[in-house]
């Protein structure tokens, strides 16, 4: 069929490329292959990044959840009583100035003596 060119009429076919010189058509793009590889790549490295990402997301969720459950431990440990307002006022004597040791910006220091029996242990 296109051994005759003049047969051939590609009127209104603006898109169409090919080797044939007789019909007057521009030679088709070649995709390099430095591209191709890029295309390839970027195909394959967004999606491996989204499902690290959702791996990554899943695993702080998760471990910030655990967090929360946790119960924190007292920055003093355990081997300190809890021990009562009222057991402190009874110990400094309603807190008297007699038994004022000093005073500063964050409060006042007091002497006082627990008994043992108003210790509570954690």
């Not at 047969?7 to 292959?33: E, I, Y």
């Not at 491996?48 to 969720?61: A, D, K, N």
Request: hydrophobic content about 40%; charged content about 15%.
């Amino acid at each position: 069929m296109f051994r005759n060119a003049s047969a051939v009429s590609l009127v209104g076919n603006s898109g169409l490329c090919g080797w044939t010189l007789d019909l007057h058509m521009r030679s088709c793009p070649t995709a390099s292959r430095r591209k191709v590889a890029q295309y390839y790549l970027i195909r394959v490295l967004i999606p491996i990044f989204g499902f690290m990402s959702l791996l990554m997301l899943i695993y702080f969720v998760l471990t910030e959840r655990k967090m929360a459950r946790t119960p924190s431990l007292s920055p003093l440990g355990d081997q300190f009583p809890i021990v009562s307002y009222n057991d402190l006022a009874q110990a400094t004597k309603n807190f008297s100035e007699s038994n004022l040791i000093g005073r500063g910006s964050c409060g006042s220091v007091y002497r006082g003596n627990l008994t043992k029996t108003s210790w509570k242990l954690p």
